[in-house]
């Protein structure tokens, strides 16, 4: 599938927050880090869907609604439908909005897992 500018934008994003978070966290920032990497997901996430179905979700619940139905149709994305509640959950919701970041080294794998994500997403979405 060939990407348009505008999934090319998504994905510039994506890459941009997630290099984002892992420079927060060398900083010990974990808290803004979590968040980063959360909008690394979302966009990473929102460039697949746009590369599918040639919309792009405003938000994460649009999102979470469009991913479903991308994998429903695409299973190879169901990875990434998985990891987008739990990144959501555990970074955006657990440490970013209520300062639960422990275990640490949990939240910091995860942080940096996200690099990952985006590039499963970008992958996907030309394939």
Same mark, same amino acid.
């Given at each position: 599938?060939?990407? %348009?500018? *505008?999934? @090319?934008?998504?994905? =510039?994003? $994506? ?5 984002? +978070?892992?420079?927060? /966290?060398? %900083?010990? *920032?974990? @808290?803004?880090?979590? =968040?980063? $990497? ?5 966009? +990473?996430?929102?460039? /697949? ?79």
């Amino acid at each position: 599938m060939a990407m %348009t500018d *505008d999934t @090319r934008r998504i994905f =510039e994003d $994506a890459r941009l927050m997630s290099t984002s +978070a892992l420079t927060l /966290l060398d %900083t010990g *920032d974990i @808290r803004d880090a979590a =968040e980063k $990497a959360w909008c690394a997901v979302k966009r +990473a996430a929102d460039g /697949l869907i746009s590369a599918r179905t040639g919309m792009e979700p405003r938000t994460s619940s649009a999102t979470w609604r469009s991913l479903r139905a991308v994998a429903a149709d695409y299973p190879l994305a169901q990875e990434l439908v998985e990891g987008y509640r739990a990144y959501q959950r555990d970074l955006h919701g657990r440490c970013f909005y209520y300062g639960d970041c422990e275990p640490a080294d949990a939240v910091v794998a995860a942080i940096r897992d996200t690099a990952s994500y985006v590039q499963l997403a970008e992958r996907l979405a030309i394939s």
